[in-house]
Every structure is written in structure tokens, then in C-alpha cells.
């Protein structure tokens, strides 16, 4: 099944390295070795790009720049673990994962001990103390996920043998830019948006001025510092920004643009008065010009349509370019459920691929604990004195999640609050648990059917 990518046949490829500039094309690709899968309604035509399947390993992957080739992607596993040791001269490695049954995971860990590897037989370790390090990074005890299952390392594999790829920059607009990861295999497709007035990424939404494709907005202070001939407004910041608001100018917004220690700074004295200040600004803070930049500047794009259903929930388009990323929505809010006007995402429930809520703002649904010392009455955790929400979506970390790395999960109603609540370890017993939230018991099934999905393919 084709999906619609981008369909500007007019638009070439960015000027880069590789193969001979191309139309830019209409859908989205399958390769050789990754498919790119999307999920579907069941009832529509409703589709959310999902994410790529490395079929060798028959697992989902993440694309992640080569540490020895910044311009290369590989599509790391999306199971995850950690490098950990049973001796405090960390001499065997072992792997500490709830994704036993993935095979393949990425590892996090000191060089060389980290990236993909290849897990063996779990092992029984009894409760033993477990420590972090090897090599030149020394050997100490670790002081969390002692309770996580634990894994021999068949074999740590080099990047060269997962999939490998590129980003291809592709105008859109005037002011959007798409960044296409094209696979060795010959896969395709949108992996972000591009916001070309910024230079950062961005997502469409819907704003005060209408559906724009909207980055990140943070915040930042007018503490009276201009540029040199003192008409235009620098801030001050931690950290990389490219757009924020500015709540002593009304809470506009500003798009902001890197200093250098070659541009002159003023300061604003009470009086009105500008005097030169040095570029030295408290606690290392970066220095940025700021530039008006209302939304009704920011990129201009159409949203999703109903369908059955489930509404899509974020994606943009323009005419016909379906503006469906791999980066930029929570795979718990691909969708929103028409029927109950709240967000879900796809999980396996009894067997079936369906659209079950997304979290509660409140509720930590990362946690999988009980509410009876068997471990056999689910319980959900909430932040203390919050209001919980009516239905919890019980996802079973640690659960097999073979079916393309998809949780395990159920849908319960929130019912009376408990006082103590249990979680397994990571050889099987129950255990008490204490995590300073408040907890409810669910031991009633919220009434479905949730919507269904599907999974489908690039092409």
C-alpha cells in the first residue's frame, strides 16, 4: 500500500553529496531490510506514520547518528538495556532489560561496551549487588535497576551491521524544509520538519493564527540588553532556543538568533539611556538577538481529517503532502478517539491491535505495580493529592512485546484508593513498593470496545 509522503514532483533535492538530484517523489518507501509501518483504523482511513521495522530482527528501530560519521543514521533497536557487572572489577558484562524477548538490544554503557548487542541466557542472580563502569571508567556499585531482569551478552554488534542511511533535505516551502532519511536498502521517509526561518524543527498544530507548523516555544527575559545601537532586543538564556516569548513585552513571541562575541552589547539604563556592556554574562548564559516572529509568520499547513472513528490527531498537510513524521508525536497520542474525544495509541488488548487512552497528565503509567501482595490486582499511581482519572490504561512493562515492540495493556476503571501497593522484581516475586504517589485499585474493566487498528506498510 503506497502512502502519500510528498507530492511536489516540481521540487528538487538539496544540493548534497550521494546520487544524482532526483524528483522529489510521492510516498514514503519501503526497503530491503526496513519497512515503514504505519497504523491504521480499522473503520477509516485514519493512518499515523508509526515507525520503522528492522525485518532482519523483526523489531522496531531508531535512527541515531554514527559517532564515527556524524552524516550517517543507523536504526538502533528501540528495546533498550543497561551495561551492567555482578564483579567489582567489572570484568564480564551483562545486559539489564525488561525486552528479553527482543534479542537485540541497545545497550547503554561505557565504550566499548555499549550500542546494539545480542542478549543470551537470563541470568539468576540471586539479588546480587550489581556495578556500572569497566575499562578506564573505573567499577562502582549501582545505586538503581538492581531489580531488573538480567542478561549474558552473546555478542556486542557493530553499527555496520544494523541499517544504515542518510538524511536528504527537501523544500517544501518557502518556509518549510522536510528532512527525508533515505536508507541504504532504499528506504524512504519523512523523518522531521523543518521550520527555515528558525532552523529548528517544528510540527503542525493548531494556533492562535490558525494551523501553523509550530516548534518548540520557550521562554525568555528582556533584562534591558540591546544590540549595539540599542533598537533591538538581545536575551540572555540557558541553553539552545531558537523561538520564546517574552512575558515583559506581552508574552509575544521572538525568534532568536546566536550572538557573537564580535557584536557590540548595550544595556538599557533606568532613565532610557544606552551604555556599552560587556559580553561576560552571569552563569554562562548564551547571548541571542530577538527578532519579532508572531505565528502568523510561522509556517502555514492545513490539518488532518476525520475519519470513522478516530480522528487523526497532529498530522498536517499542504495540498496534497501528507506532513506525518517520525519524531515528533508520542505513540500513546497518535489518535483521538471521536467517540470519547480523548487521545490514544495503539496497543495489543486480548490479542487485538486497538486504540486504548493515552495517560492522564497526572497518572504515571511507567510504573506497573498491584494492589494485593500477589501481584495479581493491578493498581494505578497518580501524583499525591490530584484527582485521579476516571479510566487508567495498564500497560505491563516487562510484558512480551514481540508483536513491533507494541505493549501489552487493558483498560481499567480507577477504584478505591489503597494504602500499599506491590511490584515484581526482576526475578518474579512480589514485593512491596513505596513511591510517594497515591494509588487506586483497578480491578474493573473499562467498558470498550476501543477503536481497532492495523498495521500496515510504506508500499
Known sequence: MQRALIALPTLLFACQAGPEAQPLGTTSQDGTRLLVRYAEAEDGGAQRLLHLLDRELGQPCNLSTRPDDGETLTCL???????????????????????????????????????????????????????????????????????????????FLPLTELPQGRLVAEPITEDLEAQVFHGDDGTRVLYYLVDRNTGGTCQPELTDAGPRCAGYVAEAHDEGLRNEACDRLVVAEYGQMQVATVPERGGATFRLTLMTADDALTRVLGHGACEPEEHSIAGRRTLYFADPYPTSEWPEVELGTTSGRVLTARPGRIGDLLLDTLTTVEPETLFVDTSRNQDCGPAWVDGSLACVPAPAPNALEYLTIYADPECTVPAAAVYSGSVPPATYTFRELGAPTSQEGLPTAKVFEVGAAVSTVYARDGLGACESAVYRHDYYRLDTPAPGPWPGLRLTSGS
Open 77 to 155: 533497536p528501540t528495546a533498550s538495556g543497561m551495561v551492567m557487572f555482578l564483579d567489582d572489577a567489572c570484568t564480564t558484562p551483562y545486559i539489564a532489560t525488561i525486552h528479553g524477548e527482543a534479542g537485540v538490544v541497545t545497550a547503554t554503557g561505557f565504550p566499548p561496551l555499549a550500542g546494539p548487542a545480542r542478549l543470551g541466557a537470563k541470568v539468576a542472580d540471586t539479588g546480587a549487588t550489581r556495578y556500572l563502569g569497566g575499562g578506564d571508567y573505573g567499577c562502582s556499585e549501582a545505586a538503581a535497576l538492581t531489580d531488573t531482569p538480567l542478561y549474558a551478552v552473546e555478542a
